[in-house]
C-alpha cells in the first residue's frame, strides 16, 4: 500500500501559511484556509478542474488580443 503523505500547516508567516508536504514545503495564501485552522493542523486539498471558467478567461483573452492587434 502506498504511504499517503500528509500535508501540515506548519506555520503561518503573515497572510500565508508554511505547508508541509512529505520533505517539502510550499505557501497558500492564509485566507483559501478554514478560520479555525491552526499551526500543526493536517488538512487535506482538492484541486479540480473549472472548465467554464477556463472558457470564460479564453474568450476575455481572445477578445483583448483581439482589441489590442485589430490596431
Same mark, same amino acid.
Given at each position: 500500500?502506498?504511504?499517503?503523505?500528509?500535508?501540515?500547516?506548519?506555520?503561518?508567516?503573515?497572510?500565508?501559511?508554511?505547508?508541509?508536504? @512529505? $520533505?517539502?514545503?510550499?505557501?497558500?495564501?492564509?485566507?483559501?484556509?478554514? $478560520?479555525?485552522?491552526?499551526? @500543526?493542523?493536517?488538512?487535506?486539498?482538492?484541486?479540480?478542474?473549472?472548465?467554464?471558467?477556463?472558457?470564460? $478567461?479564453?474568450?476575455?483573452?481572445?477578445?483583448?488580443?483581439?482589441?489590442?492587434?485589430?490596431?
Amino acid at each position: 500500500m502506498p504511504r499517503q503523505e500528509l500535508l501540515v500547516i506548519d506555520r503561518f508567516e503573515e497572510d500565508m501559511a508554511v505547508i508541509e508536504y @512529505g $520533505r517539502q514545503t510550499f505557501t497558500l495564501p492564509r485566507s483559501l484556509l478554514p $478560520r479555525a485552522a491552526r499551526e @500543526g493542523d493536517v488538512i487535506k486539498l482538492a484541486v479540480v478542474l473549472d472548465p467554464e471558467a477556463t472558457a470564460r $478567461r479564453k474568450k476575455e483573452v481572445r477578445s483583448l488580443a483581439d482589441e489590442v492587434f485589430a490596431k
